[in-house]
């Protein structure tokens, strides 16, 4: 099932993208969407760590000037760009940036 939405999933939190058109079940055309952090929020920092970084809330709008682009679900059945960035579709856009960076990698598959 394909979603309106494909976020793409990074070690630094994870970004919204549109789902413009559906070529096939193996690929999809999207772009990406404005993100804007409601006024009021700051991070709150301690030996560099974020305490309150789940409450991040953000505006999402689509962009329809943003360039579009393809991915491809690959043989294991993620979605992939052409520089092999992992993106999964969703129902709804989801914008969060990770503040807090302790060494390691964050398992992106949730």
């Known amino acids: 099932m394909v979603h309106k939405f494909a976020n793409r ?4 939190g994870t ?3 549109e ?3 559906v070529i096939s079940g193996h690929e999809l055309v999207i772009r990406e969407m404005i993100t804007d952090l409601k006024k ?5 920092m301690i ?3 974020c305490t309150n970084e789940e409450e991040q809330e953000w505006t999402i709008a689509s962009d329809p000037k ?8 690959d043989k294991h059945g993620k979605w992939k760009d052409a520089a092999g960035k992992v ?9 969060f940036h ?4 302790v060494s390691g990698v964050y398992d992106s598959e949730g």
């Open 9 to 12: 999933y990074e070690e630094k």
């Open 15 to 17: 970004l919204p993208f």
């Open 19 to 21: 789902v413009v058109e």
């Open 40 to 44: 009021g929020w700051r991070p709150a």
């Open 47 to 49: 030996m560099g760590h």
């Open 66 to 73: 943003a360039l579009t682009f393809r991915i491809r679900l």
């Open 87 to 95: 993106y999964r579709t969703e129902a709804i856009p989801i914008r």
């Open 98 to 101: 990770r503040y807090s960076f």
